[in-house]
């Protein structure tokens, strides 16, 4: 089935600093990836869709500044938290629709916790 | 009103019993109906995918959908104490864009 991973599964950073999640898929090429976010006992909520080779799309409420997207290949996404602020820490998920898949897969997700 | 509703629960039901989830949905051009499981600490995985109204069967999982009543349901048969986990509702429109519900949280109890 297919595979879509996540790095780091884990990270605590100081307020402040920038850090970067990886959200690879391990066997299929993906034009689109999503990334979404969820706070204890809440839902996801889709922050952005990240297109291979052009700006990602931002939902309304997220800042592009401050959440930078890359995705420089087909296989791979990057979502950039600059500055993080103890309100960034959360459970980020990346999901990527396979070819002839009927729905997205997701990633393992990456716990975030700014201190 | 919000886009995909769920009931927060938590629902208990004793193991070997049937547990009935439930999913009301406002947009009415929403095409593709899911239903993940996430357990705690990890990410949602794929239950079940649902188009057409009516019943769909996978095992001891049958999802149920009435577009006119734009309610979703999702039946588990013979629960176990491993299906206790939150459950979301995922609806997509006519974009890949998945919207979801705040999830049920499931308790099966021995």
């Known amino acids: 089935g297919a595979v879509v991973s996540q790095h780091p599964s884990r990270v605590i950073c100081k307020s402040g600093t920038s850090v970067k999640i990886e959200c690879r898929s391990l066997?299929?090429?993906?034009?689109?990836m999503f990334w979404y976010r969820q706070f204890p006992k809440q839902s996801l909520m889709l922050m952005a869709t990240?297109?291979?080779?052009?700006?990602?799309?931002?939902e309304q409420g997220v800042e592009k500044d401050k959440f930078l997207i890359n995705h420089a290949s087909l296989t791979l996404s990057t979502l950039t938290v600059t500055s993080a602020h103890p309100e960034d820490s959360s459970f980020y998920i990346c999901?990527?629709?396979?070819?002839?898949?009927?729905?997205?897969?997701f990633g393992p997700g990456t716990r975030l916790t700014v201190l | 009103q919000k886009e995909v509703e769920q009931n927060s629960g938590p629902l208990s039901v004793p193991e070997g019993a049937i547990a009935s989830l439930n999913c009301t949905y406002s947009?009415?051009?929403?095409?593709?109906f899911f239903w993940y499981r996430q357990y705690s600490g990890k990410s949602p995985e794929l239950i079940m995918s649902?188009?057409?109204?009516g019943d769909k069967e996978d095992g001891r999982f049958t999802a149920q959908l009435n577009k006119a009543s734009q309610y979703v349901s999702l039946l588990i048969r013979d629960s176990q104490p491993s299906d206790s986990a939150t459950y979301l509702c995922?609806?997509?429109?006519?974009?890949?864009?998945?919207?979801f519900g705040t999830g049920t949280r499931l308790q099966v109890f021995p």
């Open positions: 999901s990527a629709n396979p070819p002839k898949a009927d729905t997205q897969y």
């Open positions: 066997d299929f090429q993906a034009t689109t």
């Open positions: 990240s297109n291979e080779g052009s700006k990602a799309t931002y």
């Open positions: 947009d009415r051009v929403s095409q593709s």
């Open positions: 649902i188009y057409s109204n």
């Open positions: 995922a609806v997509e429109g006519n974009t890949d864009k998945l919207i």
